[in-house]
Every structure is written in C-alpha cells, then in structure tokens.
C-alpha cells in the first residue's frame, strides 16, 4: 500500500499546507536542558590521547571541536570512575576519583573547563543503584559479621531451604543467572549457612540498600563532589531501581536477556505465567518488584534539593525503563528530574502510524507533568539505530534491544543507513531535548560480526554467549580514514576491533562531503538552532495526517515529513528545502515541485 492510494480529498502537493491538530505549545521556558541537543560520549571509545586503546579524559578534550562543529549544546559523558571495569565502569568502586585508565580528577577538570569554554555543558553519569564489589563498602561489608552496619548498606539475606540453599527469590540478573550470590562458607554462619547478596547486574556489582539513610546520605555527597567541580548534571542509571518492593517478593515475570528478552528486562514484561499458575504472594506487576516502587521518587526530590542550591540550571536525567508512559512521567514531576531518557520512541517500529502515535503520547505525557520531552535513537546499550533499521522484514529484526548475532540474518547496511537517517532528522525537528550517540554522526552500524573472542560485555559471558552482548555498539571511532586504528588514538590499539567499514566512514572522510551522514547533520543541528525547533510547537500537517506511510508535522516555520512509503511523495511547488535526510529530485519548472523519495526526511518551508 503506498501514500498515494490514500491520497486526500486535497493533494498536499498542490494545496496550501495547513497544520490545524496541536499536539503541542511552544515552551518560552529559556531552561537550557529543556531543548538541548546531548551527545553521548563513552569514554573507552571516543578517543585515545595516550596510544593504549583504551579512549580517556585528555582525548575527549582534544576532540571537543567536534562536538562544537557539530553543534550539540552538551556532553553526556559515560562512567569514568575508578573501576575494577567489570561492567565498563557502570560497577564504580570510588564514586570520587577517576580511573587511571581514564586520566586524573585533574583531566577531569580541564575537560570541564574547556567544555565550559567551548559552550557546551557537561553531565555525567551516576550509578546508584549499585556499586562494584571492590568499592570500600562491599570490601568492609565482606569483612564485617552478618547483622552489622557495614553489611546493612547492601542487601544480604538468607537463602530459603533446610540449609539455606536456594536463593532468597527468583530474580533473574539483567545480565543472566540468578540475581543473588552466595557468600563462601565462614565460621560466623548461622543455622542456615552464609547469606546470599543482591546484584541486578552482574555479581560483582552488588545493590545497595536505599533504605539505609547513610546510602542517602553518601549519594547526595557524591552529587555535591561533582557539582562543585561544575558539572552541569547526572544521567542517573537504573533509576528505577533503587527500591525495591517490601520482603522481597518473587515476580511472575522474567528478568534477564537471554534469548531476546533483554528488552523486557529493561521496560518491564507482562506476567510470564498465566495467572493461575502464578504461586500466593508473588508479584504480578508489569515492572517488576525490583523495579520502580513509589519510593524511589522521595530520592529524587532530595536530589533535587540538593541540586537547586546551586547556581546555574543543573540537571537530573533518569534512566528508567518503565512502562506505561504515565509512570516515566512521574520521574519528572515538577520537583523531581528534569528530564528521562524515551526508550518507548527507540523501540518503535518504522511505520508512520506508530511513530506518529509514540510522539503524541510522549508530548503529552511529559507535557501533563510540565517537563520536556527527550528523543533518543542510540545509545551504548543498544545496537546502533543505522544496523537496528536495516531490517526489509521486520521479522528478521532482533525483538527489543536485543543484539544482532554474527549467526543470525545480518542488516543491510544501505536501508540501515537510509532509514537512520530519515529518522535523525524526524527526532531533531521535534520539540524536546535530543539525545545523541557519538558516531550516530558518522552513520556507523554496529559491528554485528565481531569476534566472540573479542567481546567484553558481562551478558555476553553470563549467558554463554546466548546474549550477544553490547560490544558492537561500542566500538571505537574511526576519526582518520587513513591512520592505524582509523585514528582512535597515536598507535593502532583499540580496545575493541573496528570492522573495515569504519575506514570509508570516518570523521576526516565525510567532513566537508556535501550529503555525508556528518555533513546531513551538522546543518540539521544549525537549522534546528536557527528555527528554535527544540522550544517549538507541533501540529500535524492535516493534508498527511492519516496517510499510512508518511509522517507530517510543522514546528514554528518548519514542516518536517518523513516519508516511510514505496511511493515519492509531492511537496508542493515552490517548497523551500532546509535540510534533507538523502537525495531529493526536483522538476526544472520555475517553481520547482520536489519529490520525496522512500524512507527519506526533509525540512522544508512553503
Ligand atoms: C544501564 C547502563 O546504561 C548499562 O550500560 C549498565 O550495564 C547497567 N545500567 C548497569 O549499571
């Protein structure tokens, strides 16, 4: 079925363009994170300064032009924390210090003062609902009897069973097996053997208890650290997770990755047992008991707190995977986080009806609650959105945010790209805060063939490699065509080996190309700047607004269509082209009359 078989009574084509369904108002809130492009940097990989293939903290200074070229208003900078590195530094073991992998809290600093410098603002990651197991206060707790205050700061339990054998519940660990440990035998067991720990992730990154007020206490010490060495503010991961329901309760659903349940994990599951199977007390909620209980909010209105009392717009970024939208929403009430990561837009299909009604819910969802809406297409969890979309058959598409197997039926790199693309430029023409991926810009795919040897990702080794793991997302960028290591760093190191590809895909290689992915996005970003779309409003444009395969809609002065059908579409004659996400025709009249070619975006005025 294509557009034109639905075409309206009036043909867009040829009629005055009218946009009369407000989903949306302008914000003249002047706040900067309310419409700020963020582009995501993950340390390992931006960009080595040192030669030993491991990306740090004085090579993404070095490379901060880019960023500024490209037009971003901010950085959102992955854990860069001492780390023992299980989890790629999502298991902190010093929330105060940097890892010598990374640089010093001096580079720290001098990246921050030349960021400030450049223009761009600065957030960083938090990660609360864990640490690593060689953080002090796991150390300590391992050291200290059962019952004592340093153990009271992590969640030990016994085990169920005669000898206390069985874990204390069925949790699954989002990165496979069990959720709990079990400490080795010591002479301070009791009747039922040694307890068992808590770790959501991985074992070596046990949960903290957020009912122990000194977890409170520290947290905000941790936020005041980095607030007082400027950091504009926190993307807070796993925000969801902090408490957890009373007693512990099993859950009717599933909690792991394995075999393309990764996904559910994170947004919650319906029930995996049918109702009449599921055992008394156990817990049948869509989220899960681990994860967004009420009580995670009184955390965040402390947090914000703390943040207010200091000058300038600093601000608190949730991680949550949460469903239905209602509850996202909750996470940026008017005095808690500022902002919360879409996953709902990432995990939609490409098809217009969808897309448009994922818009709709999110601009008022967040508008019910008075907070920005983000968009966001990547990020280093998920595979890259140029390999997600390359799928002709959606049924060959990994479920959720699954990875691609080497084994599996691989992506075609040109429709990946095409349709990534077109889907940038829908995300950065709506009204909200964008978040970016580094190397989105570079249209990179992920590496879907990488060697299993080379992989790195705890759910890769969990699972035995069910989980393919986020290695591919991951991989180092290629910023010099014709450099050992595509110029990732001074030698050929990478800490993950880069597929061929990136070579013709580098910064150097598309800079200045007129319609390379980096070019298509830098004058996206300077026209989203220069038309205010990011504060903007949004109509559906009425001459589209059913049509099953494209996507319409005016914000301010500009209409923004994504065209996902077979068919051209018409603009109308005399359209003006801002920006366009692939190759346009346009007749040679006078007043030229362009057409739209398949899984293409533009911005245009008429
Ligand atoms: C979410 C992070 O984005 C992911 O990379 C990490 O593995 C888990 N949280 C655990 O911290």
């Not at 080795?184 to 046990?206: R, T």
């Not at 909750?330 to 897309?355: C, G, I, K, S, T």
């Not at 359209?575 to 009249?589: I, K, N, W």
């Amino acid at each position: 079925m294509t557009s034109t078989d639905h075409a309206p009574d009036t043909d867009p084509s040829t009629t005055e363009l009218r946009a009369t369904t407000l989903v949306h108002a302008a914000s003249s809130d002047p706040r900067w994170w309310r419409d700020a492009v963020i582009y995501q940097v993950y340390p390992r990989s931006f960009a080595d300064a040192d030669g030993d293939g491991m990306g740090d903290l004085p090579g993404i200074t070095a490379r901060l032009d880019h960023l500024v070229d490209l037009g971003v208003d901010a950085v959102w900078l992955s854990p860069f924390y001492r780390s023992p590195q299980k989890d790629a530094g999502y298991d902190v073991a010093d929330y105060r210090d940097v890892d010598p992998l990374f640089g010093t809290l001096e580079d720290a600093d001098a990246l921050l003062a030349r960021a400030h410098a450049l223009g761009l603002r600065v957030i960083v990651d938090l990660v609360p609902n864990h640490t690593s197991d060689q953080h002090a206060w796991f150390r300590a707790a391992l050291a200290a009897a059962p019952g004592s205050p340093e153990r009271a700061r992590y969640v030990f339990r016994d085990g169920k069973g005669a000898t206390g054998s069985v874990p204390p519940n069925n949790w699954q660990s989002i990165f496979g097996g069990p959720a709990w440990t079990r400490l080795p035998a010591s002479d301070d067991d009791g009747p039922l053997g040694p307890p068992w720990y808590l770790h959501l992730f991985d074992s070596s990154q046990p949960d903290l208890d957020w009912s122990n007020p000194q977890v409170r206490s520290e947290f905000e010490d941790v936020l005041r650290f980095w607030l007082d060495r400027g950091v504009d503010g926190f993307r807070v991961d796993v925000a969801h997770g902090l408490v957890k329901a009373e007693g512990l309760p099993d859950w009717a659903g599933k909690v792991s990755m394995v075999e393309g349940t990764h996904h559910d994990a994170r947004t919650g599951t319906a029930p995996a047992l049918p109702a009449a199977d599921v055992p008394p007390g156990t817990d049948t909620s869509v989220n899960g008991p681990m994860f967004d209980q009420d009580g995670v909010h009184e955390i965040y209105r402390d947090w914000r707190r703390v943040l207010d009392a200091y000058a300038g717009d600093r601000c608190l970024v949730a991680e949550a995977w949460v469903e239905p939208m209602e509850r996202l929403a909750r996470y940026v009430r008017p005095d808690e986080m500022h902002q919360a990561f879409n996953f709902a837009f990432l995990l939609a299909p490409w098809e217009a009806p969808a897309l448009r009604d994922v818009v709709v819910e999110s601009l008022e969802t967040s508008d019910g609650v008075g907070a920005p809406t983000t968009w966001v297409l990547s990020n280093h969890d998920v595979v890259r959105h140029a390999s997600r979309m390359g799928f002709a058959d959606p049924a060959d598409a990994p479920e959720g945010t699954a990875g691609i197997r080497p084994d599996g039926v691989q992506p075609d790199p040109v429709l990946g790209l095409r349709r990534a693309r077109a889907a940038t430029l829908l995300l950065l023409g709506l009204p909200g805060s964008a978040y970016l991926y580094q190397g989105e810009e570079l249209g990179l795919p992920d590496f879907t063939n990488m060697p299993d040897d080379a992989r790195q990702d705890p759910s890769f080794h969990r699972t035995g490699g069910a989980d393919i793991g986020r290695d591919g997302c991951r991989v180092p960028l290629p910023w010099v065509a014709d450099a050992p290591g595509f110029g990732f760093g001074p030698s050929a190191a990478t800490w993950l080996p880069q597929p061929e590809v990136y070579g013709t895909l580098a910064a150097d290689a598309q800079t200045g190309v007129r319609g390379s992915t980096l070019e298509t996005y830098r004058a996206a970003l300077a026209a989203r700047r220069e038309h205010g779309l990011g504060h903007g409003d949004l109509a559906w444009v009425d001459a589209w607004a059913c049509w099953p395969d494209v996507v319409a809609y005016r914000n301010g002065d500009v209409v923004v269509l994504t065209n996902l059908g077979a068919e051209p579409v018409l603009l109308p004659r005399g359209a003006h082209v801002l920006v366009e996400s692939g190759p346009t025709v346009a007749d040679r009249s006078s007043r030229p009359q362009v057409r739209v070619p398949t899984d293409t975006t533009v911005w245009f005025q008429a």
